[in-house]
């Protein structure tokens, strides 16, 4: 049996393992990008969303999604960085460039309801976006604004670990746009839409699943002593915990929408759910006294709704309209059950959480080079999925069971 390139291998038990240790496959994957060309003063897998195993974009894909790619990527280096005890500065100089790319090529016009606001999505080979970049299925003058929270709260950490001010400075004029746009939320409307024009706030899509960034940015500010964010903060809690975890009940038709290249107004996403129990579980009762309930409520959302069975291993798929386990999707499934695991002393969920990832892993070959998703016949594809929203989610992981990483 052949996954991504690797022969399949099982233990004792009939489950499948992973082709090489944890450790190994990151190492490998993490000196692959070490090589990535630079153009414009920026690796490729930062301005570039769609690249082969060589580098090379593939020439049908010119669109990009930024705010996803790169915020996620910080999030990732940051957390490798640390995991590698910060001895090698790369990893830090990578972020950097992230951030650096974000502020300076990818950002509205300073006009607006959302002003030098994140773009969720562009076009390759434009420094700076212009004014109407949107692709995949943003208009051209759309912004998402769940993903300028996803931007905000990362450019926040690399303030945390450079001191570098231009990065709090945009973490903060994002939480600002934010509040300055955010409605009441109810039983069919998020506080934000999952789409807007930025010129004149325009909504299309009454729902946008992923709010969990946005209430970390929010809480991070608030920690931060910038109580401005106190009551923004509280009310998108509030929402969340009063509309959003208990829309489950009834078909969690308020985690619809998240991905950039979808508009369904129903269509259901995994991530959403996935990333809001990691914060609960992260928070735990400093948020959220019931935490366990809730997080456990969304972990089982997801188990019913988009999981299905690959090579024996209980795998994840994004979304009601992609049934397909991409690296990003699979990996966070993974990573949050594990954590929820963890927090809940379940053994039979650590073993799923464990078969989930050592599948994914089978995507990195023995060069380094990640596959979007195990089913494509070569290296590369999306860069969220086969990199930049992969890495964090092995190192959320390995932070709660070290053992995971050293054998196969």
Not at 247 to 272: K, Y
Not at 347 to 355: T, Y
Request: with cysteine; proline share 6%.
């Amino acid at each position: 049996m052949i996954i991504a390139g690797h022969n399949a291998r099982f233990d004792a038990q009939g489950e499948l393992v992973a082709w090489t240790s944890w450790r190994a496959a990151l190492e490998l994957e993490m000196q692959f990008y070490r090589r990535c060309p630079v153009e414009h003063g920026f690796p490729l897998f930062i301005s570039e969303s769609f690249l082969d195993g060589d580098w090379v974009p593939y020439p049908d894909r010119t669109d990009v999604i930024p705010a996803m790619q790169n915020g996620m990527g910080i999030i990732s280096y940051l957390k490798f960085h640390e995991f590698r005890g910060k001895q090698d500065p790369w990893f830090l100089h990578i972020a950097r460039l992230m951030g650096d790319y974000l502020i300076d090529v990818a950002l509205t016009p300073d006009v607006g309801a959302y002003p030098r606001f994140s773009r969720s999505t562009g076009r390759r080979a434009q420094f700076p976006q212009a004014a109407d970049c949107g692709s995949q299925a943003d208009r051209p003058f759309e912004i998402e604004p769940d993903k300028g929270g996803i931007v905000g709260y990362a450019l926040l950490l690399l303030f945390d670990a450079t001191g570098e001010p231009r990065y709090l400075a945009q973490a903060l004029h994002s939480a600002r746009t934010l509040a300055a746009n955010q409605q009441r939320g109810d039983s069919v409307h998020s506080p934000w839409p999952f789409r807007a024009d930025f010129r004149s706030g325009a909504p299309r899509g009454p729902v946008s699943g992923n709010m969990s960034y946005i209430l970390r940015l929010f809480d991070a500010l608030c920690t931060r002593e910038h109580r401005e964010f106190a009551r923004p903060r509280d009310e998108l809690w509030n929402w969340i915990k009063h509309y959003q975890i208990p829309s489950v009940g009834m078909g969690g038709a308020l985690f619809a929408q998240f991905f950039e290249d979808h508009e369904t107004p129903t269509n259901r996403s995994a991530w959403a759910p996935l990333n809001l129990a990691r914060h609960l579980l992260e928070r735990k009762e400093l948020m959220d006294p019931e935490w366990r309930e809730d997080a456990g409520t969304l972990v089982e959302f997801v188990r019913k709704n988009f999981t299905h069975d690959e090579y024996g291993v209980t795998v994840c798929h994004e979304q009601d309209e992609d049934l397909n386990a991409w690296g990003g999707i699979n990996s966070t499934y993974g990573a949050v059950l594990a954590l929820f695991a963890k927090a809940t002393d379940s053994n039979a969920l650590a073993r799923e959480a464990r078969q989930a990832l050592d599948f994914t892993l089978y995507s990195i070959d023995e060069h380094g080079r990640p596959r979007d998703m195990h089913k494509n016949a070569a290296p590369g594809g999306w860069q969220e999925d086969a990199h930049t929203d992969v890495i964090h989610n092995y190192v959320d992981t390995l932070n709660a069971f070290p053992r995971w990483g050293e054998e196969p």
